[in-house]
């Protein structure tokens, strides 16, 4: 222990003495671990951290698996066989996550809710904080309406005050007595509700249609011993057995058992594990520059370290002086690295927006530090062990009698080389990453939409219950707003549709053509579907290539009509005018279901900015409740200035037609485009920074190591003008030599792009993973860096003075 104290002592005062190189040394590792505890948390927060459920590893999610859906909400009635039927869960329960309309405690506001199965809290091991939870006595279609807060609800709302208990809160309209209070953490499908209420009296006003799916999702925990595998091969089975026994309604061609957990990290995983690799490569490149500073400040120590040798210090003991240095070099480094990670942190979470799950707790704790702490080790090894080959290589007669002068060994050359084109293959893998990002997010944003998103205001307003489902009176309620909406100053367009574009979002409805009944389910055919008023088309300036557009005149009592856009036309009209065919929402004919005629045809408007067009109807809302019942619907107004102006005067006018109306989100369309770029911004913007620091580490390992094997040539360079040699020879020899190693490392650095191509294809848009302008531009920037690199120590080389080094040597 006394000698390891001294060691660590005698590495402090030679740190200390060094402090340009230790300056340089730690800055890199600072580096490279702040970057890594950064992003490690974020993954740890989302990938890592369990669910705040006991024994969360045995929950699983169960979804539909049919046709055109591979994963989708179940039914209610495949749910309920479902968890009849099956014996490989404990229990079997489901939610349902909604939004919801508060009202009656202030200012009108939109919640997020959940509808759940008497028993989830409990398959779930869930205890609420104050007062009881919901039961199997509170879901049944006739039980009291009752609720339970959201610990966040509680707290802002009621003070957290066990007053809250008895309370009657209106949600959608209807009064439900507070029952009890939920956890702080709780949290399902990545959502923590406000407001948590039962399912069944919701479910028994389902029609008794297994092709309807309100987002249904079964959740059930697997019994000791029973495999996810046997869970899943049981379900595949019970879902079978209902398509064969309701072949008519029954879309669920199998069921898909997923782990919980892992269902709700599939879509964030392959960003984060990507951005995981990325940093790792900064680290390495990090560690890979100090150790060649360690390896060159181990040769100019060499006459120190034979001294100590001869005077009887073991070779351990001289290994054990390495390691310590190392290890106190990444550990100033890691100290100041946790700093700049808790700087960063911040700013990041701020950057990724709604690229993370929402509520996800993203901090530095007590795993990400034993993380932090095992990169640290292991960087202080590697710092250690680069220069401690060269203790045993010693040539203690040469260097102590001053023949010697400081030649390098072949093996300690070619380490430092090797780690310098390290460095630069892995400096243009992020850097062809970078660009390739960089790419995709500028061919999304030159994505042509389909309708001028400029000088729009968009806004949701979500009914409540006072307007009875089917009633005239929410459609009254959206006519009375939109004319309203119209009256305002400097607005030029007001329309309403019950989806926005781009978001990605909406109805997916089968319907069928008139004259051409599908035979079996394999012929169904599925449209996105939106329910819109007369001002929608003019409000986005939506092309009309065909007919009209629904009109105000288009409401109950009058001949439905509907508009389709043109992707709908090529798709099932193909080499014909589709004006005046008729067709009906359902997967099969319907008596009681009213025929639709085709009155018109729009452009394509994206719906979602990576996936190609889908075939789309509009529906007049006023006609809509006989097709499917509108709950929500988003108005889009079209100012004459700044939209922003608008907001205001949005709200009260809304409110002069019912002062109890939530109106939600109010923001620009161009701030509603602009959500859908925060993923590819986040990965694009994380993976430059990440390449910007990579590059200019191994430009500074590049210089290092051309400079020191400058030094080491003088007298070579010397002998050789001397011979006649020029200095312009001389100075394109360093050149060379520099640019073999940067040739290597570019021709590493594509050779392992290529093979992880495949991971990133995925997140890709519009763009090759061997896309040439990116390959061209990122290979350009790195050898123009080396380059750049090479030129201070290639022009010392040809400064060389001649006679005084010979003297010298």
């Not at 704790?365 to 045993?392: D, E, K, Y």
């Not at 030599?737 to 890709?764: E, F, N, P, Q």
Request: with cysteine; proline share 5%; hydrophobic share 50%.
């Amino acid at each position: 222990m006394n000698n390891v104290r001294q060691d660590l002592k005698y590495s402090l005062r030679q740190l200390l003495r060094a402090k340009v190189f230790t300056a340089a040394a730690v800055l890199t590792v600072c580096l490279g671990i702040g970057c890594n505890t950064a992003i490690f948390s974020v993954v740890y927060a989302v990938l890592i951290r369990p669910l705040p459920f006991p024994a969360a590893d045995r929950l699983v999610l169960i979804y539909e698996q049919a046709a055109k859906f591979p994963t989708l909400s179940a039914s209610f009635q495949n749910y309920r066989d479902w968890k009849a039927q099956s014996t490989s869960f404990e229990e079997f329960g489901a939610v349902r996550p909604v939004t919801v309309s508060l009202t009656g405690m202030g200012e009108p506001e939109q919640i997020p809710a959940e509808m759940i199965s008497g028993n989830l809290l409990h398959l779930l091991g869930v205890d609420v904080v104050t007062g009881r939870g919901l039961g199997e006595a509170d879901d049944k279609p006739a039980s009291p309406a009752v609720a339970l807060l959201g610990y966040g609800m509680w707290q802002r709302k009621f003070g957290a005050s066990q007053g809250a208990l008895g309370q009657s809160i209106k949600l959608n309209g209807q009064a439900y007595t507070v029952v009890g209070v939920l956890p702080r953490d709780y949290e399902m499908l990545q959502q923590r509700p406000d407001a948590v209420i039962a399912m069944a009296p919701w479910a028994a006003t389902l029609p008794d249609d297994r092709s309807w799916h309100p987002g249904i999702f079964p959740v059930a925990r697997l019994r000791n011993g029973v495999s996810l595998a046997a869970a899943q091969s049981e379900m595949s089975g019970i879902a079978k057995r209902l398509l064969k026994q309701y072949p008519t309604d029954n879309i669920a061609l199998d069921a898909q058992v997923k782990g919980m957990h892992e269902q709700l990290v599939s879509s964030s995983r392959t960003v984060l594990i990507m951005l995981s690799v990325a940093v790792g490569f900064v680290l390495l490149i990090a560690c890979g520059n100090v150790a060649n500073l360690l390896l060159t400040r181990a040769a100019a120590r060499r006459r120190e370290i034979t001294i100590r040798r001869s005077l009887g210090a073991t070779t351990w003991a001289l290994v054990r002086q390495l390691l310590i240095e190392g290890l106190v070099l990444s550990g100033m480094g890691a100290l100041i690295g946790i700093g700049v990670a808790y700087a960063l942190l911040p700013w990041l979470v701020r950057q990724a927006g709604s690229a993370l799950p929402p509520n996800t707790p993203v901090q530095i704790n007590l795993p990400v530090l034993l993380c932090t702490a095992a990169l640290s080790i292991a960087a202080g090894v590697l710092f250690g062990m680069a220069p401690a080959g060269q203790v045993q290589n010693l040539d203690l007669r040469g260097i102590l009698s001053e023949t010697d002068r400081g030649t390098v060994s072949r093996g300690s050359r070619m380490l430092r080389d090797a780690l310098v084109i390290a460095e630069i293959s892995l400096a243009l893998l992020l850097l062809v990453g970078a660009g390739l990002f960089l790419r995709s997010l500028s061919q999304l944003a030159n994505v042509q939409l389909g309708f001028a998103e400029d000088h729009l205001l968009v806004a949701d307003l979500p009914v409540g219950a006072q307007y009875k489902e089917g009633a005239a009176a929410p459609m009254n309620f959206y006519e009375n707003a939109i004319r309203e909406l119209a009256r305002l100053p400097g607005v030029s367009a007001v329309g309403a549709a019950s989806f926005l574009p781009v978001n990605g979002n909406g109805s997916m409805l089968h319907f069928n053509i008139e004259g051409r009944p599908p035979h079996n389910a394999s012929e169904y055919i599925l449209a996105n579907y939106r329910a819109v008023s007369g001002g929608y088309k003019d409000a986005l300036r939506l092309p009309l290539t065909e007919g009209r557009w629904v009109t105000d005149a288009d409401r109950e009592g009058s001949p439905a009509v509907v508009v389709i856009n043109q992707t709908m036309a090529r798709t099932f009209f193909p080499g014909q005018d589709p004006l005046g065919k008729r067709m009906q929402v359902g997967a099969i004919p319907d008596a009681t279901v009213p025929w639709m005629t085709i009155v018109g045809v729009v452009g394509d408007v994206k719906q979602s900015l990576v996936a190609d067009s889908a075939s789309e109807m509009y529906v007049p809302y006023r006609q809509a409740n006989v097709v499917l019942p509108v709950r929500t619907m988003s108005v889009v107004v079209r100012t004459a200035y700044d939209p922003h102006v608008v907001a205001a005067a949005l709200t009260d006018a809304v409110h002069r037609v019912d002062a109890n109306q939530p109106v939600v989100r109010i923001r620009t369309m161009e701030e509603n485009v602009a959500q859908n770029f925060a993923a590819p911004r986040f990965r694009s913007l994380l993976l430059s920074i990440f390449a910007g620091i990579a590059l200019v580490i191994a430009c500074v390992g590049i210089y290092g190591v051309m400079a020191y094997s400058t030094l080491q040539r003088t007298t070579e360079m010397a002998i050789r003008m001397a011979l006649g040699c020029s200095t312009s020879k001389v100075f394109l020899m360093v050149i060379k030599d520099g640019l073999r190693k940067i040739a290597y490392g570019v021709v590493i650095g594509l050779a392992l792009g290529l093979v992880l191509a495949r991971s990133v294809k995925s997140l890709l848009f519009g763009v090759s993973t061997t896309d040439s302008v990116t390959l061209a531009v990122s290979i350009s920037l790195i050898a123009a860096t080396g380059m750049l690199a090479c030129v201070i120590p290639a022009i010392r080389a040809a400064r060389v003075p001649i006679v005084e080094t010979i003297r010298e040597n």
